[in-house]
């Protein structure tokens, strides 16, 4: 590789608001009608064309220019081409990425595409390409990665968006399968299935270990978190419908999100897209808007497929090329209820039959057509029925519109299937009982429409029309009940309390548990524990807040509790379920009574001894709990610190409705997971619209918008996307006429 490319890589030139804009192509384009392009000054686009089609090739430009290395590198991703940038540490990655085949369905999905759904992925796909071919230079991180400038494909569009759909159940099912053959292995899974909890592996900004990037990599693709909650007129201090949704992702620079505003013929509205992708997950059109939190629903089970005859384990040779190595072979077997996934290193699964995944987002479904309709949806009824087509991932939609209506709908193909299994996640592939029966769709599945109590929340908790089959991984209503009582305690809501509720960093049920586990540990000997110790966490009132000493207190007592608990002195390789929030609320303090009081009053006494000293050296919450922004590169070894933005204090904990991710902790760490993005629309106004992101629109190194929007979601401040054509004109001051190649100039 030039030496210059790497250069330009770890020591990119600053790029102001104009540089960045003049990189942007504007003549002789693949256009029908010349294209208007306003800007606002944090790089937040408003597209206006006269037709559909120019709409999505801007929107390829755009998401091109503002996004370009974070689109390639997912395609590096979800690709299973990891090695060609890491080298060879990243070939384990690449086979696990290779046997989930996240393009497995690309095909069959692209041959059942509506016309319109699909002349509306090839004009994003054109436009990428014109940009990637049109730019005066790439983005400095692919040239220091040796990343490939191909050509992109609809087919690449498609797989993307199964990254998108990937299944949060894996997170839990993935995370003990290496557990499968330790004793109490059963018992573990009873618990998981009782209190839903799911692993949130702790991986930090510094960890450069390819394993758990992917590990994090796939928090992102799930969707995994968020909170949405709709109010309707009768509560509303503007006697409208009001909508709240922050997504829960990965932290990490670029964002996941772009704030775009669009009008065309069809469509006009403003939201949230992912990046390299064509439709609008989150948004408002003047008629109706909306937001999500993940379903969790279980779109996957895991078979043993011993049992299967031989001829139906079908092998193939993948060939893997990794950066400063030789090609290496590696063996991908799929059979008809899924892939092999315990044949990936990475997962760690040990001795036993082979392991295979069925999974949804193997199927056609189509869920560009669903948001596509959604974004152009005007009623309740149309809404619901713009996720007929929509699978993976599962999704709880809710919405409000003009009109005063409130409502939910649970997005997904749900496949019908026996009770979810109580005593092990991996089923009898042998057994024709366990095999799926067909899919239920959101128009099987019951929704709310305008409740009495005229709120409606939903913050990954169990939804209002589970079977019984749904999910297994809902969150504790800890995070939903929060917010429902924030929503219960005025009459009147307004925009101010809606954004209070999106930075609130209580957590009730965490107080309480403190003051049971303070008052078991008095109900020991005296002196056993320090009183200084019981005295905090007895008064804690659950508050998060980065100055909160009853939070650090609380927390560094949890982990040592824990690790005794379970004969360690230390966490550290302990299964990430035991330090969940649902585990630790449903079984910390059952499973301290149930030890005889004399082993009980020693653990406590070890674990308190060993708590005051960490306590000692971080006395409050944001010492400890830090919000460690860098670009995605700041996992590199030795270079990693050049791209690191930022190290805060931050707020929050795993059951704040700001969600600030973690597990056992007591030393100073890093949240990777948590609330990343935020909006609020009041349906009153087409202008009342907000957007902040935790970073900036623009991922190009040295950019001046790479990281701008950071003070504003720290200080609880948003940038506004109007409607009104008259208002973007006024708001949006820079502008960009982009012409077709029969104009030009």
């Not at 669009?262 to 059109?285: E, K």
């Amino acid at each position: 590789m030039p030496v210059f490319k790497i250069f330009r890589g770890l020591y990119p030139r600053r790029q102001s608001y104009r540089q960045r804009l003049a990189a942007f192509p504007t003549e002789g384009l693949d256009l029908e009608r010349p294209v208007r392009i306003h800007w606002n000054r944090h790089q937040v686009p408003f597209i206006e064309a006269e037709t559909d089609r120019d709409l999505a090739y801007t929107l390829g430009l755009v998401h091109m220019h503002l996004r370009g290395a974070q689109v390639a590198l997912f395609r590096m991703l979800f690709s299973g081409r990891l090695a060609e940038m890491l080298g060879p540490a990243a070939c384990d990655v690449d086979h696990f990425l290779r046997i989930l085949d996240y393009g497995r369905a690309a095909a069959a999905i692209e041959a059942t595409l509506p016309p319109e759904t699909r002349a509306w992925i090839e004009a994003f796909v054109a436009g990428l390409n014109t940009y990637q071919q049109r730019a005066p230079a790439l983005p400095p991180e692919l040239g220091l990665l040796g990343v490939p400038s191909d050509p992109f494909t609809l087919r690449d569009i498609i797989a993307g968006a199964r990254v998108g759909g990937t299944d949060f159940t894996w997170l839990t099912q993935f995370s003990l399968l290496k557990h499968r053959h330790e004793p109490g292995f059963a018992r573990l899974w009873r618990r998981m299935m009782a209190i839903g909890g799911v692993p949130m592996p702790a991986v930090s900004d510094g960890d450069s270990d390819p394993d758990a990037a992917v590990r994090t990599a796939l928090l992102a693709a799930a969707r995994s978190g968020s909170n949405a909650f709709a109010v309707s007129p009768q509560r509303s201090a503007t006697a409208s419908a009001l909508i709240a949704n922050d997504p829960h992702l990965t932290l990490s620079l670029p964002n996941l999100w772009l704030i775009v505003g669009v009008r065309s013929p069809t469509y006009h509205l403003a939201g949230f897209m992912i990046c390299g992708l064509p439709v609008f997950a989150i948004g408002r059109n003047p008629d109706l808007a909306w937001g999500g939190t993940n379903l969790r629903a279980a779109s996957s089970d895991l078979y043993d497929v011993a049992g299967l005859p031989p001829e139906q384990i079908r092998s193939e040779e993948v060939t893997i090329r990794a950066r400063g190595w030789g090609p290496v072979r590696r063996t991908v077997r799929t059979t008809p209820l899924g892939p092999v996934i315990s044949d990936a290193k990475l997962l760690k699964a040990g001795p036993g039959g082979p392991v295979a995944l069925r999974w949804a987002g193997h199927e056609a479904t189509d869920e560009f057509t669903a948001f596509l309709k959604a974004a152009v949806a005007r009623t309740p009824e149309a809404f619901r029925a713009a996720w007929a087509t929509y699978g993976v991932s599962g999704q709880n939609m809710l919405f409000a519109d003009r009109s005063g209506n409130i409502g939910q709908v649970l997005a997904v193909a749900a496949p019908r299937r026996q009770p979810f299994a109580t005593d092990s996640p991996i089923l009898d592939g042998a057994d024709p009982q366990t095999h799926w029966q067909g899919f239920d769709t959101v128009l099987d599945l019951p929704w709310v429409l305008n409740p009495p109590e005229g709120i409606i929340a939903s913050a990954n908790n169990k939804p209002v029309g589970d079977n019984g089959r749904i999910g297994f991984t809902y969150a504790p209503r800890d995070r939903v009940g929060r917010i429902e009582s924030l929503l219960a305690a005025k009459p009147r809501l307004g925009i101010d309390d809606l954004s209070a509720i999106q930075t609130d960093v209580v957590a009730p049920g965490a107080g309480a548990l403190a003051r049971r586990l303070a008052a078991l540990i008095r109900s020991g000997p005296a002196g056993s524990v320090p009183e200084s110790l019981i005295t905090v966490i007895e008064r804690w009132d659950g508050s998060y807040s980065a100055d909160s000493v009853g939070a650090a207190a609380f927390e560094i007592l949890l982990y040592h509790l824990v690790a005794r608990l379970h004969g360690r002195t230390s966490a550290e390789g302990l299964p990430d379920a035991l330090g969940q929030w649902s585990m630790l609320d449903g079984f910390l303090i059952p499973d301290l009574e149930a030890l005889a009081e004399a082993e009980r009053t020693d653990l406590i006494h070890q674990a308190a001894a060993a708590a005051i000293i960490d306590w000692h050296r971080h006395p409050n919450w944001g010492e400890m709990h830090r919000l460690r922004l860098g670009h995605v590169l700041a996992r590199l070894p030795i270079v990693g610190k050049r791209f690191l933005i930022g190290d805060f204090p931050s707020g929050g904990s795993r059951q704040t409705p700001m969600k600030m991710s973690h597990g056992l902790v007591r030393d100073r760490h890093s949240v990777v997971f948590g609330s990343m993005a935020r909006h609020i629309s009041d349906l009153a106004d087409p202008d009342a619209n907000w957007f902040v992101l935790l970073g900036g629109q623009d991922g190009w190194l040295g950019s001046k918008q790479f990281a701008d929007q950071v003070p504003l979601w720290r200080e609880r401040r948003y940038i506004r996307v109007p409607l009104r054509p008259e208002t973007v004109e006024r708001e949006f001051t820079t502008k960009m006429v982009l012409r077709p190649a029969a104009i030009g100039r």
